[in-house]
């Protein structure tokens, strides 16, 4: 059996400038204004809740993919943040701060669907556009506290306490049941909603687009109402009854497995862990829930957003790409609008950066040269692994298939050219995900953390067949590329490209494994 399924080769280091300060973030398709709204939030402090004052970071856009890094100095700062969940009441006020923005932005949707947005005046307009983005900003600032900077410090004393109570090293396993949430989660809930909405029904396509608007961020990138029904309506087609009917059944038995699995090992930890494993539980389901409101924000206002564009004389694309927040006032108000020329230089390359209180905005060659200043060389030709957190163990080797999020009709083609048991590399899986995860052998994220979407599917959409996860390595679809082969490694949280001869070695043997185990 080939020595890569044990011990991975581990001389290679991974790629860092060490004149780079600056550290990956995230990488996924958004519009300027998503985009640009988790840096104002957190420069600005928009929640005092969790502010973590971070100085120094940016986030910059090339071939129609946004890129977020943070300097290691701002990191720091919001791994110290993250300490406050472990003050007494300190979990509680953050996830009612939470429901409590959640319900506001609710609230402002509904008005703002119900108002005859037409004949606002363009000041108005710009008024309910500045409620909606500040909204937005406050969403994503808490959605920041469950990335895997702000729960660092409560996860680290998790697994140092397991560790000693268990007095194991490989705690991975009661990681993953002490931390699994017993209520169903948004993608779970999703799930259920779905199969209730009936083929033949005469509200059907009413039904349909009311679904899509309860989960917007099923449809991140999406302004199209015509292309989310036929998305829903073909997946509605392809949905079997009864296999339907078993899924949901699945998905309630997952539940109660593992709560059964919680009250059996609880039994024999302290309460101290209790109360850590508490809080990265009540941080992983709330996280969904406020991905569902700025992930889904230019959707569920997409009325507002319609408006803006007819009075600018522009369509959803090229307005969602290139207009930022002080553009938008500047056309509304002052009938000033952006030339066509930078708009294409926008297109080509755009650059926001803030670094202690000062912003620069650059765009075309000139955000070029400096995203170049600011990260260095990038030549990812000669590395040939990745080093993660592992979301959920398993040892797997398999042919890469290369997803990056970006709009439904674009899923919906990623979803039809998904070959089963290929393995899933992408930036950070999308709710949407879902039935394509289901066909993956195993996945592999460029980012997130325990409580991460991908984290979260892997230990419990995807049981009883159990999917390897890696998550959090940075330059996987950078390094990677579709019809590679790559190993999976468990121990070390390595993923390592591999020959297609070694693919075959390593499938034929773990099949022997499993055949002698059967017997």
Known sequence: MSKRLINLNNNHSLMKNKENKYVFGWQEKSSALVGIGPHRAFSENTTEIFAPQVKEHFVFWKNGQSHTYFS???????????????????????????????????????????????????RELLEDFNEYYQKLQKIQALYMASQPEGVDFVNTKLSELLRKELQKEDIEEEHKIITSSSELDLIQQERVDFSTIKEKDNRREEAVKEHAKKYPCFFFNTYNWQAI???????????????????????????????????????????????????????????????????????????????????????????????????????????????????????????YKIDNGIVTFKSGEEAEKEIKQLLGPQDFSEQTEVKGMVANSGVISGRVRIVLIEDIEKFQ????????????????????????????????????????????????????????????????????????????????????????????????????QLEVGGN
């Open 413 to 512: 083609k990623a979803l039809n050219e998904f070959e089963e048991g290929e393995i899933l590399v992408t930036t950070m899986t999308s709710p949407n995900m879902v039935p394509l995860i289901k066909k993956a052998a195993g996945i592999i994220t460029n980012e997130g953390g325990i409580c991460s979407h991908a984290a979260i599917i892997a230990r419990e959409v995807t049981t009883p067949r159990k999917k390897p996860c890696i998550v959090g390595t940075k330059d996987a679809t950078r390094i990677f590329k579709t019809g590679e082969y790559v190993i999976m490694n468990k121990e070390s949280g390595k993923v390592e490209r591999i020959r297609k001869e070694e693919h075959e070695e390593i499938k034929n043997k773990l099949q022997e």
């Open 72 to 122: 290691e100095k701002s990191i720091a700062r919001w791994k110290e943040e993250g300490k406050k969940f472990e003050e007494k009441g300190y979990l509680r006020k953050f996830l009612n701060e939470a429901a409590s923005i959640r319900q506001e932005f609710g609230e402002f949707i509904k008005r703002i669907e119900n108002k005859d947005i037409g004949t606002a005046s363009n």
């Open 229 to 351: 029904l036929s998305y829903l309506q073909q997946r509605q087609k392809q949905m079997d009854t009864e296999e339907s009917k078993k899924e949901i059944e699945n998905i309630y038995a997952q539940k109660k497995n593992m709560e059964k699995k919680k009250e059996e090992i609880s039994l024999i930890l302290s309460d101290e862990v209790k109360e850590y494993a508490t809080i990265l539980m009540e941080l992983g389901h709330d996280r969904l829930e406020l991905k569902n409101c700025w992930s889904g924000a230019e959707l569920l206002a997409l009325n507002l957003f319609q408006e803006i564009q007819k009075r600018i004389s522009l369509p959803p694309e090229d307005f969602f790409a290139t207009y930022t927040e002080e553009d938008i006032e500047s056309a509304l108000l002052t009938g000033k609008k952006l030339s066509e020329e930078e708009m294409k230089k926008r297109k080509q390359a755009m650059l």
